[in-house]
Nanobody, 120 residues
Framework: QVQVVESGGGVVQAGESLRLSCAASGNIFRINAMAWYRQAPGKQRELVAA???????NYADSVKGRFTISRDNVKNMAYLQMNSLKPEDTAVYYC??????????????WGQGTQVTVSS
């Protein structure tokens, strides 16, 4: 079993910052990519940012220059630093981890999500 838990969401005003954290635990041999997705009401879930096992990153165009994804491979954690937040960033943010478990199989695990609300 692998658990993925997000934290750090909240309510902020436009222009402010938030830092989300994602912790993976359990039967983990190695974590490949980790990523943040978000889903706003009435919209599909979309990729926000992803980070590979090393330092390679990928961002949605809408957050480039404002959001930064990072990870701690020792602690099996990922972070999303969100600056200059806009009302359109309001969504539930989900963490995804691509985990190689000790048997050698690879599975994708999701957290329960954390709400980010940006008021204008």
């Amino acid at each position: 079993q692998v658990q993925v838990v997000e934290s750090g969401g909240g309510v902020v005003q436009a222009g402010e910052s938030l830092r989300l954290s994602c912790a993976a635990s359990g039967n983990i041999f190695r974590i490949n990519a980790m990523a943040w997705y978000r889903q706003a009401p009435g919209k599909q879930r979309e990729l926000v940012a992803a980070i590979a096992g090393g330092t390679s990153t990928n961002y949605a165009d809408s957050v480039k220059g404002r959001f930064t994804i990072s990870r701690d491979n020792v602690k099996n954690m990922a972070y999303l630093q969100m600056n200059s937040l806009k009302p359109e960033d309001t969504a539930v943010y989900y963490c995804n981890a691509e985990v190689v478990i000790r048997s050698g199989f690879t599975f994708s695990y999701w957290g329960q999500g954390t709400q980010v609300t940006v008021s204008s």
